[in-house]
């Protein structure tokens, strides 16, 4: 897989516009899945969650959708602000063994 | 602020050391996770506790341990450290430990190995 930091795909929005930031997971056994926001020298904080049986849930401005036939979830931020520059991780949570694994991580510039 | 607290916040040492990283969930949460971020991996999920028992295991080597106290706070002991180990180990909770619910991160530990 790619690496955190430095290696990052990096998406670059401007402020006011929607951003789209995109994961595919492989494991057919995941049933939760979770998107998280990771400020510079911070840990990684929870954004939205969506479960198997479902293909979208709405937040305060973020969107998740999951598509379970092709294995791919999206995370759409509605206005991106610049207070929503951060990296962005998918994880999945695996139905059997309950184990998390974690997507590589986007990092969201947000141009003023 | 999570509510989660981790100590130390830094810690450097060296090569084939032990060392016990501390955290301290959310008031009320009985279920603690470890991670493991590094430049080369990510974000890895080591090990889940839940009211003291051990509900899940991810990538965590031989050489690292874990436990959850009575009082629900976790160590993670890191031991034969390797300079590979180097990296942010993150401790989360949540209320139940079940997949359902928001796992709330703490601050971190930044391991160096010399």
């Known amino acids: 897989g790619e690496s955190v930091g430095l290696h990052l795909p990096t998406l670059s929005v401007q402020e006011g516009d929607n951003s789209i930031i995109n994961c595919a997971y492989s494991?057919?056994?995941?049933?939760?899945f979770i998107w998280y926001k990771q400020e510079s020298g911070k840990g990684p904080q929870f954004i939205i969650d969506?479960?198997?049986?479902?293909d979208k849930r709405q937040g305060q401005r973020v969107t998740v959708l999951l598509n379970k036939t092709v294995k791919h979830l999206s995370l759409q931020i509605a206005a991106t602000q610049p207070g929503d520059s951060a990296v962005y991780f998918c994880?999945?949570?695996?139905?059997?063994?309950?184990?998390?694994?974690f997507g590589t991580g986007t990092r969201l510039k947000v141009l003023a | 602020d999570s509510g989660v607290t981790q100590t130390p916040k830094h810690l450097i040492t060296a090569t084939g050391q032990r060392v016990t990283l501390r955290c301290s969930p959310r008031?009320?949460?009985?279920?603690v996770y470890w991670y493991q971020q590094s430049l080369d991996q990510g974000l890895q999920f080591l090990i889940q506790?839940?009211?003291?028992?051990?509900?899940a295991k991810g990538n965590i080597l031989e050489r690292f341990s874990a436990q959850q106290f009575p009082d629900l706070h976790s160590e993670l002991n890191l031991s034969s450290l390797e300079l590979g180990d180097s990296a942010l180990y993150f401790c989360?909770?949540?209320?139940?430990?079940?997949?359902?619910?928001?796992?709330?991160f703490g601050p971190g530990t930044r391991l160096l190995v010399l």
């Open positions: 969506i479960r198997s049986n479902m």
């Open positions: 506790y839940y009211n003291g028992e051990e509900r």
């Open positions: 008031s009320g949460d009985l279920s």
């Open positions: 994880a999945e949570r695996d139905s059997g063994t309950y184990k998390y694994i």
């Open positions: 989360a909770s949540s209320t139940l430990g079940t997949s359902q619910e928001t796992q709330y």
């Open positions: 494991n057919s056994a995941s049933d939760y």
